[in-house]
């Protein structure tokens, strides 16, 4: 009865840094570096806990689960994370037994099974689900059985303590098909609420352009033919620059209400198997004069074979748009890489590239955002209407930038069998 308390505690260890994540950190913590280093305390903590209430077989016989908190940390955070819990692991066993057996077996296995995670770290992240899980599972029965063979080797084989270790390692490779199921499940959940937020903001602006747009384009008709009457060559210089900038201005709002309306028109999916390498060329043919304009040249690096189920004009619209942003990011001129390519995990790979000002991490997060531009006239809805179109594909878009070095846009779409 004790070891099944002692297995229900070291369970109850996992799950509480699994919730307090979600429910609280999550919820206020926005930037994703701070979250990773507040989940890696959360793992760090859990394993001193499961190692200081080990379950305890015959004299000499001390098991607990820290693979899973590393596990976690190494697959969810990455290298940082994953060498830090590693260390704080052998740095608590020296302070706990000092040198001794296990402190030896303990550093060989981490020594021997944490480059492994690290290894399949970024495949794990690029997975979907159930594969995530079956990597975990892999990985925690992987490490269980080499600290299984190095022990049998330093301390000799026995059947009690083959029995002991077997037990162990069925126990820990299933609490962590358990808790990453738990833990993708949830992930899951938050999704699809974030969504569902999102999904709400975008129907409220929906219902207003429909009701403003076309009262708002109305007037505006009636007042650039009216302006375009008053254009007469008998008029002075002044005046006729003046309707020249009234009809440009309502030109302009002309095409905010159009960005608007895309929000507003009902969807229809014409999506078909299409290459997106051949998409992109058509994209690079029809700004290359534009870029000229800013003396920017656009370098290639387009591969065959990236096909993936989409909508050609949709997918043109969100790749004009980013490369026109790269483009006029650069007012002094420079050179923007645009790349295709399949990965090794599944994916069809889209990198926009440039050389431009950049943004600091502030204008990363509301990047996408409505009315949100770095643009002196922009309006913020064209870089919106482009991440919806790339998510409306299940898309996945990543942007890395520094000020005054440029701005990376990296789109991974599912790739088509």
């Not at 006729?240 to 709002?253: C, G, M, N, P, V």
């Not at 960005?259 to 700004?287: A, M, R």
């Not at 926009?352 to 991490?361: A, C, F, L, S, V």
Request: with cysteine; glycine share 6%; aromatic share 12%.
């Amino acid at each position: 009865m004790s070891i099944i308390k002692d297995f229900l505690l070291q369970m109850t260890l996992m799950v509480l840094p699994i919730f307090i994540y979600f429910t609280i950190i999550t919820e206020r913590v926005k930037h994703d570096r701070n979250k990773t280093i507040l989940m890696t305390v959360f793992w760090g903590i859990s394993i001193l806990l499961c190692m200081s209430f080990p379950l305890n077989f015959g004299h000499d016989s001390r098991l607990d689960i820290r693979i899973i908190p590393l596990l976690f940390g190494a697959l969810y955070g990455g290298f940082g994370p994953g060498v830090f819990l590693a260390a704080l692991i052998i740095l608590y066993r020296l302070n706990f037994g000092g040198i001794s057996i296990g402190f030896y077996n303990t550093v060989l296995v981490l020594a021997v099974t944490l480059p492994v995670i690290l290894f399949y770290q970024k495949l794990f992240m690029h997975s979907r689900k159930y594969k995530r899980v079956l990597i975990a599972v892999f990985l925690s029965f992987y490490y269980c059985f080499v600290g299984l063979s190095l022990l049998g080797i330093i301390k000799g084989f026995s059947f009690d303590a083959i029995k002991v270790q077997v037990i162990h390692l069925i126990f820990v490779v299933g609490v962590t098909w358990f808790f990453v199921m738990l833990y993708e499940t949830i992930r899951e959940i938050q999704q699809l609420r974030l969504d569902i937020q999102n999904a709400e903001k975008l129907r409220v602006i929906s219902e207003l352009t429909s009701v403003f747009a076309h009262e708002i384009r109305n007037p505006m008709q009636v007042t650039r033919g009216f302006l375009q009457l008053l254009d007469d060559p008998d008029i002075s210089e002044s005046k006729k620059q003046y309707i020249k900038i009234s009809i440009e201005e309502l030109d302009r709002a002309n095409d905010i209400i159009n960005e608007f309306l895309s929000f507003g028109k009902p969807t229809v999916d014409n999506s078909t198997k299409i290459n997106v390498g051949k998409q992109l060329e058509q994209v690079v043919n029809i700004l290359e004069n534009f870029a000229l304009n800013y003396d920017v040249k656009i370098k290639k690096d387009i591969h065959d074979s990236c096909w993936i189920f989409a909508n050609p004009q949709k997918l043109n619209q969100s790749l004009i748009n980013i490369l026109k942003n790269a483009v006029e990011s650069m007012p002094n001129g420079g050179n923007v890489w645009v790349a295709c390519m399949s990965t090794e995990d599944g994916f069809i790979k889209v990198m926009i590239k440039d050389e431009g000002i950049g943004m600091t991490r502030k204008q990363l997060d509301s990047l996408g955002s409505p009315f949100y531009s770095l643009k002196e006239k922009g309006t913020g809805l064209g870089m919106m209407v482009s991440y919806q179109i790339i998510h409306s594909f299940k898309g996945k878009i990543k942007v890395n930038s520094n000020q005054n070095i440029g701005t990376e846009f990296t789109i991974l779409f599912p790739q088509l069998p």
